[in-house]
C-alpha cells in the first residue's frame, strides 16, 4: 500500500508539473505516464542496491533506503545480526569440540571416500608418526604402511581392531597401537587409534606372574610331598630322618618366603602413598638393616661376609618405616646371598645436591651382565635361575624395593660389571628428606 501511494504521488506531481508548463490537453497524460516511468527506474535502482546488500554486504553497514526498502533492509539487518550470532556461538562450540578431541589420549582421523586425510588430532599423529598438518589431504596408506593395517582398510570389515607397532617402537621398549575404523556419511570413515602397549605389558605380566607362582610353589611341594611319602613308606635310619626333615624344613621355608613377599605386594599396592608425617633416622635403620645382614650371612652357613655400615651425614627420612626397612633389607640380603664367602658388602646414606637422600649397597660379588640390568626389577626375573634356588631368593626382592621406592617418589638405580661387583642405590626425593644442618 506505501509503495503504491507513493506511486501515486510520483505521478500525480509530474502531471500537474507538465500542466503548469503547456496548454494541451495531453502533457499532463504524458507527465504522469512519464512520473511512473520514473519511479519504477528509481525504485529498481533502490532495488538493486539491497539486493547487492543482500548478497555482498555487512549488517554493520546497510544502505540508505526509504518507505518499504528501508523496512526490509531493516528486517534483514536484523535478521543477519541473529545468523551472525548463531554463527559465532557454532564455531565457538565446534572450537570447543576440537580441543576435546585434541586433548583425548584418543587419536582421531577423519578419513574421506578415498582414505585421505581430512582432519587428524595430535595424538594419532603421534601414534602413526605423520604430521597433522602437513600430511593433510595425503592417503593414509602412504603414511601408514603396515601390511596388516593396509590389508584391514582395503579388505572393509571393520568388526574387529587391527594391532600395529608405535613409530616410537624399539626392540627393548615396545609400542603397540590399537586401530578402529567406522564408517559415516557417504563413504567416509573414522579413524581411532588407541596405544595399548601397556595394556598388554600387564597382561604379560598377568601370564608370567601366574606361571611364576605356579613354578615356584611346585617345585617346593613336589620335593615336601617326595619326602613325606618316603617317610610314610621306608623304614629309615636316624639320621635319614633327620636329613630329610632338614630338606623338608627348608622347602617350607622357601614357600613361606614366597607367599610373605606375595603378601607384602598386596598390601602395597593396596595401600595408599605414604605420608611425611613419620621421620625416621637414616642412619639408625641403616645400623639396623646392616646387623640383620650379617646375622643372615652366618645362618647361611657358607662363611661369613663383612657387612659394613659406611659413615655418612645423619638426616631424617619421611615415609613408611616398615616399607623402608623392608627394601633397604632386601637390597643388603641380595647382596650377602649373591657375593662369596668372605666377600664385602657396604652400605650407606649420600646426601645429592638437589636436597634428596641416597641408600646404597655396593658389593665385591661377580657382577651382573648389562644386559640383564634393565630387568632386574621385575617380578621373578632372575640372572640365574639354578643359583637363585640355592641362595633361597624369591625373585620377588628387587621388585618390592622397586616398588617401595616409587610410592615414596623415588626410583632404583642399579651399576654392574662383570668381575667389578654391583651398586644398588634408592634414591628419594627432597621432599622425603629432612637435613639436621638446615
Known amino acids: ?22 496548454v ?12 511512473a516511468l520514473l519511479w519504477f527506474a528509481f ?20 544502505p540508505l533506503a526509504v518507505g518499504v526498502w528501508a523496512e526490509v533492509v531493516e528486517r534483514a539487518r536484523k535478521s543477519f545480526k541473529i545468523l551472525n550470532r548463531k554463527a559465532r556461538k557454532s564455531e565457538a562450540r565446534l572450537q570447543e569440540f576440537l580441543a576435546a578431541i585434541q586433548a583425548s589420549p584418543i587419536g ?48 572393509g570389515d571393520y568388526a574387529q581392531a587391527v594391532e600395529i607397532d608405535g613409530r616410537d617402537a624399539t626392540p627393548g621398549h615396545p609400542q603397540r597401537i590399537s586401530i578402529n575404523l567406522y564408517l559415516y556419511g557417504k563413504g567416509r570413515r ?16 598377568r601370564r608370567d606372574f601366574v606361571a611364576n607362582v605356579s613354578h615356584e610353589i611346585r617345585t617346593p ?24 626333615l632338614e630338606l623338608m624344613s627348608t622347602q617350607a621355608q622357601r614357600m613361606q618366603s614366597l607367599v610373605s613377599d ?10 595408599p602413598v605414604p605420608g611425611v608425617g613419620e621421620w625416621i633416622d637414616a642412619q639408625a635403620m641403616l645400623q639396623q638393616v646392616v646387623n640383620e645382614a650379617q646375622a643372615l650371612s652366618e645362618v647361611l652357613g657358607r662363611g661369613p661376609h663383612q657387612v659394613l655400615a659406611q659413615s655418612g651425614p645423619s638426616f631424617l627420612i619421611a615415609g613408611a618405616r616398615a616399607e623402608l626397612h623392608s627394601a633397604m633389607s632386601n637390597l ?43 630387568r632386574l626389577t621385575e617380578r621373578f626375573y632372575r640372572v640365574d635361575r639354578s643359583r637363585s634356588r640355592e641362595t633361597g631368593g624369591t625373585g620377588l626382592g628387587l621388585a618390592i624395593v622397586k616398588h617401595v621406592a616409587q610410592r615414596h617418589g623415588g626410583l632404583v638405580q642399579i651399576e654392574s660389571a662383570l668381575g667389578q661387583g654391583s651398586t644398588f642405590r634408592i634414591i628419594l626425593p627432597p621432599s622425603r628428606v629432612l637435613n639436621h644442618s638446615d
Not at 587428524?120 to 608418526?129: E, I, K, R, V, W
Not at 573414522?190 to 605389558?201: D, P, Q, S
Not at 611341594?221 to 630329610?244: D, H, K, P
Not at 650377602?336 to 665385591?364: C, E, I, K, M
Open 108 to 155: 582421531v582421523v577423519l578419513l574421506d571416500k578415498s582414505s585421505a586425510i581430512e582432519w587428524s588430532n595430535f595424538t594419532a599423529a603421534q601414534h602413526l608418526g605423520f604430521d597433522p598438518k602437513r600430511d593433510l589431504k595425503q592417503p593414509i596408506r602412504h603414511l601408514v604402511r603396515a601390511p596388516e593395517f593396509i590389508d584391514y582398510l582395503v579388505q
Open 332 to 374: 643388603l640380603n641380595n647382596a650377602v646371598r649373591h657375593t662369596p664367602a668372605g666377600a664385602q658388602v657396604r652400605a650407606g646414606w649420600t646426601l645429592n645436591n638437589d636436597g634428596g637422600a641416597g641408600f646404597y649397597v655396593s658389593d665385591d660379588g661377580p657382577g651382573i651382565e648389562a644386559e640383564h640390568l634393565p
Open 43 to 62: 525504485d529498481a535502482l533502490r532495488a538493486r542496491r539491497v539486493l547487492d546488500w543482500l548478497r555482498h554486504g555487512s549488517a554493520a553497514a546497510p
Open 190 to 205: 573414522l579413524m581411532l587409534t588407541r596405544e595399548i602397549t601397556a595394556v598388554e605389558l600387564a597382561e604379560a605380566m
Open 262 to 271: 606375595l603378601l607384602t605386594f598386596s598390601r602395597l599396592e593396596g595401600s
Open 221 to 244: 611341594l613336589t620335593v615336601v610331598s617326595g619326602f613325606i611319602e618316603t617317610l610314610q613308606t621306608l623304614e629309615l635310619s636316624a639320621s635319614e630322618r633327620r636329613e630329610y
Open 24 to 35: 494541451a490537453s495531453w502533457l499532463p497524460v504524458l507527465g504522469s505516464a512519464v512520473g
Open 1 to 22: 500500500m506505501r509503495r503504491l501511494l507513493e506511486l501515486l504521488a510520483f505521478t500525480l506531481a509530474a502531471g500537474a508539473l507538465a500542466a503548469a508548463f503547456g
